[in-house]
Nanobody
Framework: QVQLVESGGGLVQAGDSLRLSCAAS????????MAWFRQATGKEREFVAS????????WYADSVKGRFTISRDNAENTMYLQMNSLKPEDTAVYYC?????????????????WGQGTQVTVSS
């Protein structure tokens, strides 16, 4: 069983940056594909970014491409999301997710383990 805990959220202004972290425990995640999703109030949870176990391949939603960067440190059992040039529409609860498979998919149902989420609020 894998436990995931997100941190790093907060209240920022448009144009600012934040770095989210997802710390895993229970098992090493070095063989797990991982992802970030987000859910704004009243909306469905949506894909943000995903990364393969090695970090060699990444995918991004069009809405964050060029502004967000996903990365991981398997030695630290941690995944990150660097968010730059934040916009008010990035406001959401951000969740990290993991799956014990090679492919880093973009669909919510593909992931078996989820964190509790961290709130990101971007003011205009």
């Amino acid at each position: 069983q894998v436990q995931l805990v997100e941190s790093g959220g907060g209240l920022v202004q448009a144009g600012d940056s934040l770095r989210l972290s997802c710390a895993a425990s229970g098992r090493t995640i070095s063989s797990y594909a991982m992802a970030w999703f987000r859910q704004a109030t009243g909306k469905e949870r949506e894909f943000v970014a995903s990364i393969t176990w090695s970090g060699g391949n990444t995918w991004y939603a069009d809405s964050v491409k060029g502004r967000f960067t996903i990365s991981r440190d398997n030695a630290e059992n941690t995944m990150y999301l660097q968010m730059n040039s934040l916009k008010p529409e990035d406001t959401a609860v951000y969740y990290c997710a993991a799956r014990n498979e090679i492919l880093a998919l973009t669909t919510r149902g593909a992931y078996d383990y989820w964190g509790q989420g961290t709130q990101v609020t971007v003011s205009s």
